[in-house]
């Protein structure tokens, strides 16, 4: 048993406890919180930090296969600039290159407090790093094509990448890239029951190519001998909603140019969507951030990612909240760590096990220390690292 105190813990499912003290059992499940009147110190079983702790973070969108590409893309190309770029960069490198650089990002990761990942694999680069880790991933099998000549290939290799991630005992399910990239014959190939997460809406020139059949993404697919989707006169989301069942689990990622209107199509279209925004990476791609306040309003499950330090100084959740707090300053820290917690386990399909602490489950103690503690708010100085953590076995995988 460990007993744990802190000048403040956030446990997400109810408001925080100012001198609270956390009790976990030898696998790191939750067993109680606390609030002792007396003023808190180090004593005789019980470990004092100064700081908050916080459950560990979920970050529901990562390319950790793309880590080796840190600082090789220009800022603020613009969605079409950036996969332009990626594309000729990405050939420039080795796969055991790009194997170091996801297993470094990995460890770095666990040890600054994140115990959960959503995170996107077109290859099966990285999946033994993502097997051999204490963080609990789930892989995005991501496929895209715009030829109907590209279907049965991609059919065929996301089966092989499914069956890899299988035998290496890694939870994955396949998902289209999307919906600029994605034919609707390749929707429906891939609609096998899992859990999508798709790129919706990262770009004004998405809406565009979809809306008038215009923009700088209609541009790049001519230059490069593909030919775009036909416009629908629709922005970008709903091509994903036309394929999308009523029950799928879906991630929602970026959302940067998603109105209110669009956000109610969704809605009331699919039930169990997670609309995960990834602000630094908005910013470094886009110079733009998404709707929070409108998806605040709406009341969305919102979690939070990163993307890929192709487009991100940091995989660090950490990063996003200081960014997030820095542009939204009345929003209270308590709500933005439940997006980087029980936000990104909902959407992973995890909030049994992680995102809260709440009896029964093992989420994981992140501390934050350097926090401004008279106004709960993040400083530039602020850090987070892991404390603890059971990592869920194989078998809750498929609980
Ligand atoms: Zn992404």
Known sequence: ?????????????????????????????????????????????????????????????????????????????????????????????????????????????????????????????????????????????????????????????????????????????????????????????????????????????????????????????????????PPTGKPSIYHTLRHAAEGQRLLLVHNTYTSATDYDAAAARCKNISWTLCPASNLYIEHALPPLRMLRAKGANIALGTDSLASNASLNLLEELKLLAKCFSDIPLSEMLRWATLGGATALGREHILGSFEKGKRPGVTLLSNLDLDKLKLTPETKSRLLTRKIPTFADNFE
């Open 1 to 229: 048993m460990r007993r744990i105190a802190a000048h403040y813990i956030f446990p997400i499912s109810s408001p925080p406890i100012r001198n609270g003290i956390i009790t976990l059992d030898d696998s790191g499940m939750v067993l109680n919180l606390s609030a002792p009147s007396e003023e808190l110190r180090e004593s005789e079983g019980v470990e004092f930090y100064s700081g908050a702790l916080a459950p560990g973070f979920v970050n529901a969108h990562c390319h950790l296969e793309l880590s080796h590409l840190k600082g090789a893309i220009p800022q603020h190309t613009g969605l079409a600039g950036f996969i332009a770029s990626l594309a000729a960069h990405r050939a420039a490198f080795s796969d055991e290159q790009a194997r170091r650089a996801a297993d470094l990002a990995d460890a770095q990761l666990y040890a600054s407090g994140t115990v959960a990942i959503g995170d996107i694999s077109n290859s099966e680069v990285t999946f033994e790093v993502k097997s051999g880790s204490p963080v609990f991933y789930h892989t995005f099998i991501e496929r895209f094509g715009l030829r109907r000549e590209d279907v049965a290939p991609n059919v065929c290799m996301a089966q092989k990448l499914a069956a890899a991630a299988a035998t290496l005992g890694l939870t994955a399910s396949v998902t289209p890239h999307a919906p600029y990239s994605t034919l609707p014959e390749m929707y429906e190939a891939l609609a096998q029951g899992g859990i999508w997460s798709i790129h919706n809406q990262e770009s004004d020139d998405e809406n565009l190519l979809f809306e008038k059949g215009e923009g700088a993404l209609h541009e790049l697919f001519l230059s490069m001998g593909l030919t775009p989707l």
